[in-house]
């Protein structure tokens, strides 16, 4: 079993900046890259970022050009760098990985899931 541990979450000011980490037990990155997913309060969970192993990345298009998402070498820590916050970004932020080289997997039940980060972005 692997551990997703996120930090970084926080209060923030619309137009502020947060990063957010998450933390593998387990360099499991390495197979399928890892995700970003966020749920606001009343709606479904949806992918904000995901990057694969090899450094491809996307983004959906509500948060393209505002939010980077990395990776460490050693494919144990993921980051979500966030700026010009807006408050609609308001949502507890979960980080996803595949538990094998199905990478159809990752961000599904089946997945891996950290607890989550809450963000809050206020006007």
């Known amino acids: 079993q692997v551990q997703l541990v996120e930090s970084g979450g926080g209060s923030v000011q619309a137009g502020g900046s947060l990063k957010l980490s998450c933390t593998a037990s387990?360099?499991?990155?390495?197979?399928?890259?890892v995700g970003w997913y966020r749920q606001a309060p009343g709606k479904e969970r949806e992918l904000a970022a995901k990057?694969?192993?090899?450094?491809?990345?996307v983004a959906a298009d509500s948060v393209r050009g505002r939010f980077t998402i990395s990776q460490t070498i050693d494919r144990t820590t993921a980051y979500l760098q966030m700026t010009s916050l807006k408050t609609e970004d308001t949502a507890v932020y979960y980080c996803a990985a595949a538990p094998n080289w199905d990478c159809s997997i990752l961000g599904t039940r089946f997945g891996y899931w950290g607890q989550g980060t809450q963000v809050t972005v206020s006007s």
């Open positions: 990057i694969g192993a090899g450094g491809d990345s």
């Open positions: 387990k360099p499991i990155f390495s197979r399928c890259g």
